[in-house]
């Protein structure tokens, strides 16, 4: 499992025009789910993201979680995060894992996310989403799972 964290100050999905979600200050999750993924991998990485201390202190240190802050979390399911670039000029996505496995991984991580207490906004898996955002920093982590 891969995902990208973005630190925001505001967050939106957008599919044909239409507001699905959106969120004030938090992350934006875009969610890599790999063919070799389990459930493991998506408890794993899922019970780290509330504790990530990412969010500026009042001495301008990263020292605080999205916890601290009362952020909120904008998930986006992204299979290009496993794009393999290694041959030739057209990314391969063989890595990805097939739709069932990855829509049920997706929906289990979000779900993880809201057992830790957050408020878990999602995307529209498969769709073509128009995702805009106030990056804040910009800070961007990416973490791996498997």
């Not at 964290?5 to 025009?17: H, L, P, T």
């Not at 991580?109 to 957050?118: D, H, I, K």
């Amino acid at each position: 499992m891969r995902i990208v964290i973005q630190r925001v100050k505001s967050a939106e999905v957008r599919v044909n025009g239409n507001l699905i979600s959106s969120i004030g200050k938090g992350f934006l999750i875009l969610v890599g789910i790999s063919k070799n993924d389990t459930e493991k991998e998506v408890k794993d990485i899922a019970k780290k993201v509330p504790f990530l201390r990412i969010f500026e202190d009042e001495k301008g240190k990263m020292n605080l979680s999205i916890k601290d802050v009362g952020g909120e979390i904008l998930s986006v399911s992204q299979f290009t995060l496993y794009a393999d670039t290694s041959r030739g000029r057209r990314p391969g996505f063989e890595m990805a894992a097939p739709r069932d496995v990855a829509i049920d991984l997706w929906d289990k991580f979000n779900q993880f996310l809201r057992e830790e207490g957050l408020t878990v906004k999602e995307g529209v898996f498969g769709e073509h989403m128009e995702v805009s955002l106030i990056n804040d920093g910009p800070v961007t982590i990416i973490m791996e799972e498997g």
